[in-house]
């Protein structure tokens, strides 16, 4: 038997140029054909009392809201399985090969608790600040039964979610990959002496629907742990949650993680990766310090030169960051944080709620503060008159026109503590 | 674009401290240093009127004169204001000050001059675009052409925010931008630099909080009224007042009746930053006005007041948060109140 100890993986990428119903599920040209109702069935769930299924995309005039997550569709085709410890098992984590359709994303919908979730617009400003807005989207809208509790209702879109995207992800199996990307992680010859770089990836664990599942656990009952980077390509990390829409990472955000893709491609070249520490954000103060403990911990036992830290929501979360900034300065390690602001309408207010003289380096994914004015689209997905009370509306967001005016913090990742655009802030 | 000259009693050429009460007034095109802004403007902006006021008046008056510039902005449909050189004339240098900050918040922008050590500048940077001077008036030919060349390149629709290569006092506003590269990659290039021990520049310095002294203990809470304040957002049914999920702009008073009586069951929860549904239907999940009225009831305070003091505090600007508190502490002396619990979410 043919032993492998480095972990390796292909992500076999299927380009989707345009989305379309029809009569089957598959790949065609680059065009993804959805067959509407038997992914209404897979998305069907006995907390919906309605399930329907739309397309969006690129230049559309088309708003999506309120938006709960987005998942991108992957599947591992040796096996069929994805999302381990929720759809799927564990076998090949990591390793092997993925495919992926590259360009779509399962969009899913409902008023949960309806401040939390956010707003997609497929044309117009907003493209400027959402990665979404350029996708071929399959978006779910699903009202729930009666009676039901927000977290009963939270669960069957989540699960809704994957289900669907795993569903669509199996119609790219049998063609042809248009692009194949290898993540593996060879020792670095210790000759060239580059720095040794972790990645830490604070994940929200709240509670109260703030919260997200990594392998299928719900993280506030999970430990710091670390992860190979693989794994998050694997769907390991599901998020479930209901935060202020611009700062909380999507499904399709830990897919795609940004710095993962980052370190990996300086891999070998201006660092040494050495790995993902997955930390839960909670509320409580002894299980924040546990958790920054047991990241200095790790970090110092693979002889880190340096993290990058990046948070998930916000407010509550900047004494998680702060925490670390300050004991990693005490260990020697280097430290970056990843944060976005809350500065202000007019940008004039205190940028964060807790600092540290610590914190010497950090980047701005913005002020969510800032306003926008979203012109009207011709089609709305959703429930359009949620904009009023979504965090980071107004009480009179929407005008008659149907525009709406709008903190950044209602579109999705807009300012991203993941630091997926371009998007920063500076003082004047 | 059209500009409104701001300038006190002494450059107006109407006298000293003596008449430094005098209450403002307009008067068409330029006078006294208006003459060498002038000169200085490009084609296309003008001074289209000057203001004069007392120093003393303006600091004596300051939301009398404010209402009036308004209205003189208004009715001169101007489009900046240039304030002073003010040097390192104090009084002066604050109402120049008092100045952007009406333009600031008409949404227009200021300039002004000032000696670094003038009070006005510290006080007032934020407001606008205030330029270094020399500490007296023979500053004047270089204050007048600093701020009439930054005049131009703002009215030119240059990038003007760069306060380093501009020239103004930093004004500590915080605006969104796009830089070059993603944030995940400036990140690791910072993280870079910092271990190979290269200049690097953070994107976001920490910004240090004033701190509140607290005050004297309550020496008899058995004869005191103590008041409720919640940052929750347990608003009655409907939030009838619609205080925002985030950033909320008001905070509000509800009466236990509002919420039909103690068990707070007409509640509903505004706050956009937890899950709220706990808080529906009832509000002493969110706020212990339970626990308050079995206070009072025992005699451990004396009186609790059924007016609660309610807001959202998720993503709330502490500038807006400490006006918030300014406004609730000045309710609370109103109505007698000795003591106050504050709740968040």
């Known amino acids: ?428 | 674009m059209k500009i409104i000259h701001y300038i006190n009693q002494f450059f107006a050429n109407i006298g000293g401290e003596e008449m430094a009460d005098i209450p403002p007034e307009v008067r068409e095109g330029v006078v006294g240093p208006g003459m060498a802004l002038k000169a200085a403007l490009d084609g296309g902006n003008e001074i289209v009127a000057t203001v004069i006021c007392g120093d003393n008046y303006f600091v004596d008056h300051e939301s009398e004169v404010s209402d009036w510039l308004k209205k003189i902005i208004g009715q001169y449909e101007a489009d900046l204001i240039i304030a002073g050189p003010a040097f390192f004339a104090g009084r002066y240098g604050m109402a120049c000050g008092g100045v952007c900050k009406i333009a600031y918040e008409m949404g227009i922008p200021a300039v002004s001059g000032m000696f670094e050590e003038n009070p006005g500048r510290e006080m007032y940077q934020k407001y606008g675009f205030i330029f270094p001077t020399d500490n007296n008036a023979r500053g004047m030919k270089k204050a007048v052409t600093a701020m009439a060349g930054f005049v131009g390149r703002l009215a030119a629709g240059e990038d003007i925010y760069d306060y380093r290569k501009q020239g103004y006092f930093r004004r500590g506003i915080r605006r969104n931008i796009w830089r070059e590269s993603v944030g995940a990659h400036r990140a690791v290039d910072m993280v870079l630099d910092m271990i190979a021990g290269r200049p690097y520049e953070t994107e976001l310095e920490m910004n240090t909080f004033s701190r509140v002294e607290p005050s004297a203990p309550i020496a008899d809470l058995s004869a005191a009224k103590i008041a409720l304040i919640s940052t929750c957002g347990a608003v009655p049914e409907g939030n009838p007042d619609k205080i925002e999920s985030h950033a909320a702009t008001h905070w509000q008073i509800y009466h236990i009746e509002d919420y039909q009586g103690p068990e707070l069951i007409h509640s509903v929860v505004a706050h956009g930053g937890c899950a709220p549904t706990f808080g529906y239907h009832n509000g002493n999940r969110m706020m212990p006005v339970d626990a308050m009225l079995e206070l009072e009831k025992q005699g451990f305070i004396g009186e609790f007041d059924k007016n609660i003091y309610v807001t959202v505090g998720n993503s709330m600007p502490v500038v807006r948060a400490a006006k918030f508190g300014e406004e609730i502490a000045k309710s609370l002396k109103e109505s007698g109140v000795a003591g106050a619990i504050l709740t968040s979410a």
């Open chain 1, 1 to 428: 038997m043919k032993t492998v100890k480095q972990m390796s993986l292909d992500l076999e990428l299927v380009y989707v140029s345009d989305v379309r119903f029809g009569s089957e599920t598959k790949m065609d040209d680059h065009v993804l054909y959805v067959n509407r109702e038997e992914l209404i069935s897979v998305a069907a769930d006995r907390f919906f009392s309605s399930v329907d299924v739309e397309l969006a995309r690129p230049g559309e005039s088309i708003r999506i809201i309120p938006v709960k997550d987005v998942i991108e569709p992957r599947i591992k085709p040796d096996t069929g399985d994805f999302f381990p410890g929720i759809l799927g098992g564990f076998e090949g984590v990591g390793e092997g090969r993925t495919r992926v359709l590259k360009g779509c994303g399962v969009v899913t919908t409902g008023q949960i608790v309806c401040f939390q979730e956010g707003l997609i617009d497929m044309s117009g400003p907003c493209a400027d600040y959402c990665i979404y807005s350029k996708m071929n989207n399959v978006v779910l809208i699903a009202e729930p039964v009666e009676g039901i509790t927000p977290e009963q209702h939270e669960e069957a879109v989540r699960l809704a979610g994957v289900r669907m995207a795993h569903y669509l992800a199996k119609a790219a199996v049998d063609v042809e990959a248009d692009e194949v990307k290898t993540y593996t992680l060879p020792p670095v010859p210790p000759e060239k002496k580059l720095p040794r770089l972790l990645y830490v990836n604070l994940v929200l664990a709240q509670g109260l629907l703030h919260d997200n599942y990594i392998y299928g656990g719900d993280c506030k009952k999970v430990q710091t742990a670390l992860m190979h980077p693989n794994e998050m390509m694997d769907g390991a990390i599901v998020s479930g949650n209901c935060v202020t829409a611009c700062d909380k990472n999507t499904t399709y955000d830990h897919e795609n993680n940004p710095v993962v893709e980052d370190m990996y491609a300086r891999h070998g070249v201006d660092l040494e990766f050495l790995g993902v520490i997955s930390s839960p954000t909670t509320t409580m103060l002894a299980e924040k310090e546990r958790g920054v403990m047991a990241i200095l911990s790790i970090a110092r036992l693979l002889n880190a030169d340096g993290i990058v830290v990046t948070e998930e929501g916000g407010g509550n979360p900047e004494a998680d960051l702060m925490l670390i900034a300050e004991k990693a300065e005490k260990a020697g390690i280097k430290c970056v944080l990843v944060l976005h602001e809350n500065a202000g309408d007019d940008g004039a207010s205190e940028p964060l709620s807790n600092t540290s003289a610590a914190a010497k380096g950090v980047v701005t994914a913005g002020n969510n503060n800032e306003f926008i004015v979203l012109p009207p689209m011709e089609k709305v997905l959703g429930h359009l008159e949620a904009v009023d009370v979504l965090a980071g509306g107004v009480s009179d967001a929407l005008r008659p026109d149907g525009s709406v005016n709008v903190r950044l913090a209602v579109i999705m990742d807009a300012t991203s503590n993941l630091g997926i655009t371009k998007i920063s802030a500076e003082t004047y």
